[in-house]
């Protein structure tokens, strides 16, 4: 190995850089565009951007020097791409024709190579491959000169975008920002042009090297590798390792796709294999992308899907302990699990990954203002209920169960899979209202992946903590989150019953509101209406009465969910204009758009007071039906 520092200049020599089919695409932004211009104009007489890492492909005699890029990568495009815009915005009208011929050189000699010297053919000294390399092209060409309106600013773009589109957006926003200043044009291309100017740091790896131990301890700058990255960086890095194994053997393997069989027997068939599974699961689209990127809670922190995904197959086959590893141990667990299968096992494994991915995005479902929840699907009940209560821990057993039923939709699954849902379901809210702990949950999971613990079990062993008497007194003193998830679901499971009920979906997206108010004292004083004790009878210690009334606030039976918040000023008054509202201000009549809330108001209009019994009549009517459910 060998590290240097480097001007972008070192790009003038005989060289071909290649970047690995399974690295990500481009991922830079603006953001990061206009820093390494400001890093470049700074004045300074360092520039240093940060390090790529070179392994030398072995070549034949004669052919032109083959390099591997292992990392490095944006960054290396970006300057490319700054070094075509800035020859493609120099004012050249105003050279002479000599000077105007040294310049198309230099530019040619920094981003082109001939395949001989005889040739007159020229192609990109960087070679991208997959996503990224027709955007590449196309600017590098100078196909994109005269076609700046073409290009879709990045805050414009659809989701039908693919990611490649952010190496135009980049060639667009460098063309912007020079075509407005010619000198600050000029100042950048003589920079980049200088061998003088050290921007770089180039570390050379010899054909042998192990590049995946440098590529895992390099501090890069720009945008860090994920996890993910990394675990699919080295999967398939052993999988041309394999391929390389059984090159030499003779000793092809197929590996059976859905509609095809791939014949292993070199590194294009690896890569045909990587088309065929990888990137169409995971990179196929700019919303397959946007989706596999999307962050969901994972423990106390947020993990995008993809890397959810890996965790949760890692519990699955075994190698992660829950237990003993942290997240960041995910990518090296990979590593020591991969390196010693057999090419077979390797390749039948990339297979299965992306069969679990199919299924994940499938099940595992994504929420936001706009989704219609139904009571009839188990799934997606589920994994509402589980972001709630921000518990992420049995995704692993979640994506186990519905793993054998990939052609099924949730309206369709089997009994037994449908019971482990609802018993999830059940876990989770118990645990969570009862205050029960649940810190055993990873080791919970990993026991239901081994069968050595059910659901059922999970539930029976905890009784004295979540049982129904807990449970249903925990119910008289309930959080507004809690109680809002409740109520949702109860208000849906009623619709799912009621014939007369032609809306069977709604969003999650009501208010949560106390009937009789929390500020009870000034409209709702102790003696009007007067507190009742259990039997009936009056009150007559105040201050017994106003504990009772001070409790009964918060039970789940004086709560009610509403379309919209209620005018401060309404929401304490007494149970009259609470109802009806008060000139512009709307009352509780206005918003009772849901079911179970016209039960309160309907309660009111026959002329019924709002006071304790009523709570712990409600409450009582709700807990049976909440009990029967959860």
Known sequence: MEAHEKSFAFMNGAIRIEIPFFQRGYV???????????????GKSSHFLGSIILKAIKTESGEIPRWSLIDGQQRLTTLSVLLRACYDNLPLDTYDDEIQGDLRRQMQDMLFYKERSIS?????????????????????????????????????????KKASDGILQCYKFFCTYLNKDQEKTIALWELLQNPNIKILVKIDLEADENEQAIFDTVNSAGVRLTCADTIKNSIFQYAIDKAEEIRKTRQPIEVPLKDQTICIESKE???????????????????????????????????????????????????????????SDLPEKYKEYTKNLTAEALMEFIIEICRYGEIYRKFFCTFDATTLYSYTKPIQRLFHILNVCDISTFHAY???????????????????????????????????????????????CADL?????????????????????????KLKNISNKHATLLL?????????????????????????????????????????????????????????????????????????????????????????????????KAGVKKYDYLLYTKDVTALYDKGEIWDETQIHMRTRELTDEILKIF
């Open 28 to 42: 830079w932004n603006k953001d990061n565009w206009r820093d390494l211009i400001e890093d470049l104009l700074d």
């Open 120 to 160: 007159t053919t020229r192609k990109a000294k960087i070679q991208h491959s997959l996503v990224d390399s027709p955007a590449f092209c196309k600017v590098i060409n100078g196909e994109m000169k005269d076609k700046l309106d073409d290009i879709v600013l990045l805050e414009e773009a659809t989701k039908e």
């Open 269 to 327: 068939n690896v890569i045909e294999l990587y088309k065929n599974t990888w990137e169409k699961t995971f990179g196929c689209d700019g919303d397959t992308i946007g989706y596999w990127a999307t962050l969901r809670p994972l423990g106390r922190m947020t993990r995008d899907n993809l890397e959810i995904l890996l965790h949760s197959i890692a519990l699955i086959k075994g190698f992660y302990n829950p237990e003993t590893n942290k997240i």
């Open 398 to 444: 979640i994506l186990k169960l519905l793993s054998k039923y990939s052609d099924l939709d949730e309206d369709s699954l089997p009994a037994d899979i449908s019971t482990e849902l609802h018993n999830l379901e059940i876990i989770a809210i118990r645990y969570v209202i009862c205050g029960s702990s649940t810190k055993n949950f990873n080791k919970n």
């Open 449 to 473: 992946l081994t069968d050595k613990t059910t659901t059922d079990d999970l539930i029976k062993d905890r009784q004295a903590e979540i049982g129904n008497p807990v449970f249903a007194q």
């Open 488 to 584: 949702f679901w109860l208000e849906l499971k009623r619709r799912s019953e009621d014939t007369k009920c032609a809306e069977k979906e709604l969003k999650y997206c009501y208010t949560l509101e106390h009937i009789m108010p929390q500020k009870w004292q000034e409209f709702w004083p102790v003696n009007n209406p007067v507190v009742k004790d259990d039997n009936g009878k009056n009150i007559t210690d105040s201050e017994i009465a106003e504990e009772i009334r001070a409790a009964a606030v918060y039970e789940i039976g004086n709560m009610a969910l509403l379309v919209s918040n209620l005018n401060s000023a309404i929401r304490n008054y007494e149970f009259r204009r609470k109802m009806e509202g008060e000139g512009r």
